[in-house]
C-alpha cells in the first residue's frame, strides 16, 4: 500500500471505528510512522502532533470518543457532513443524498453494520484512500471538492474545541495538514457551500 493510501487508511479508521475495536488498536500502532507517510509542508507541526498522540492507549479513548463520534449527550461537532451542509443541521440531508449517488456511481458500497449516513468524516477518509489505492484520481478529486472540504475544516476545528483528552484535537490538526496536502497534490478547490453550524 503507498504512504498516500496508507495515511488516510489509518485516519480514517481513527476518525470512525472505536479505539478499542480492532481495527484502531492496528492504526494507534501506526501512529509514530506519520511524520515519515508524506513529504509534509509543515513538518514541525505534524511531528508535535504525532508526539501527542502516542502517549494514550485505547482504554483513555474510549470514553471521549463515545462522546465524541457516538453522541453521548449533546454533540459539539457533529461528525456528518449534511450537518454542516444543510440549513437544518439534518443528518441525511441533500448532500449526504449526493454523496450516496457519487458513490453508487463508483461502485462503492459502504457495510459498516450500522445505520448512519454514509458522509461520517471517518468513512469518507476510508473512502478516499479506496479511491487512491485504485488509482481513480477523478473520483479523489470529486470526493474532497464536492463531498468533504466544504465543510471538514469546521468540522476539524469543532472536534479540536470540543475535544478534552487532547488525542482527538491532535488527530484533527493531522488531518487537516494531510487535507490540505492532498487538495494541493490533485489540484482541488472546495466547492463553495454556506456552513450552517
Keep these: 500500500m503507498s504512504a498516500i493510501a496508507l ?7 481513527l476518525f470512525y471505528y472505536s479505539p478499542t475495536s480492532e481495527e484502531a488498536s492496528a492504526s494507534m500502532e ?3 510512522q506519520l511524520p515519515e507517510l508524506l ?16 502517549g494514550y492507549t485505547p ?8 462522546i465524541l463520534f457516538e453522541g453521548q449527550g449533546p454533540m ?5 457532513g449534511s450537518v454542516y451542509l444543510d440549513k437544518e443541521n439534518l443528518l441525511l440531508g441533500e448532500t449526504t443524498l449526493a454523496y450516496r449517488q457519487f458513490l453508487i456511481a463508483h461502485k462503492v458500497e459502504l ?3 450500522l445505520n448512519e449516513p454514509e ?4 468513512l469518507m477518509i476510508l473512502a478516499m484512500a479506496y479511491f487512491m489505492e485504485a488509482e481513480n484520481d477523478e473520483a ?19 472536534l479540536a474545541n470540543a475535544d478534552e483528552s487532547g488525542f482527538y484535537s491532535n488527530l484533527s490538526i493531522v488531518a487537516g495538514e494531510f487535507l490540505k496536502e492532498v487538495a494541493a497534490a490533485y489540484e482541488v478547490t472546495a466547492k463553495t457551500y454556506t456552513l450552517h453550524r
Design 7 to 13: 495515511l488516510p487508511r489509518i485516519l480514517g479508521t
Design 76 to 80: 459539539a461537532a457533529p461528525p456528518w
Design 59 to 66: 482504554e483513555e479513548l474510549s470514553m471521549p470518543f463515545s
Design 140 to 158: 479523489v478529486e470529486v470526493l474532497l471538492s464536492d463531498h468533504l472540504l466544504p465543510w471538514a475544516s469546521r468540522y476539524l476545528e469543532l
Design 119 to 122: 458522509d461520517q468524516f471517518g
Design 111 to 113: 457495510d459498516t453494520k
Design 39 to 54: 513529504d509534509w509542508s509543515t513538518p514541525a507541526i505534524i511531528l508535535e502532533a504525532t508526539d501527542h498522540l502516542c
Design 30 to 32: 501506526q501512529l509514530d
